[in-house]
Nanobody, 121 residues
């Protein structure tokens, strides 16, 4: 089992920055591949960023150059640094985890409870 707990959300003006954290614990194999997703009411959950077991990262086109994800395994924490925030970044942000071999076929199967980010114009 894996427990994921997000924090760091809040309200910020456009152009500002926030850093989200996701504390993880439990089965270490499951947290080798992790990701950030976001969702707004009435819309499907959107993948924002992911990080693999070798540290390689991917980003949605909408956040490239503005968001950076990193993982500190010693601290058991995944981060999402969000800069140059835009109103369209407003969403509930979730972290997710899975065994890496599972991800291409079944996606992520462990999720946090989410943290809300609000960006005002």
């Amino acid at each position: 089992q894996v427990k994921l707990v997000e924090s760091g959300g809040g309200s910020v003006q456009a152009g500002g920055s926030l850093r989200l954290s996701c504390e993880f614990g439990g089965d270490s194999d499951v947290t080798h591949c992790m990701a950030w997703f976001r969702q707004t009411p009435g819309k499907e959950r959107e993948a924002v960023a992911s990080i693999d077991s070798d540290g390689s990262t991917t980003y949605a086109d909408s956040v490239k150059g503005r968001f950076t994800t990193s993982k500190d395994r010693a601290r058991g924490t995944l981060y999402l640094q969000m800069n140059s925030l835009k109103p369209e970044d407003t969403a509930m942000y979730y972290c997710a985890a899975a065994i890496c071999a599972r991800v291409p076929y079944y996606g992520y199967n462990y999720w946090g409870q989410g943290t809300q980010v609000n960006v005002s114009a």
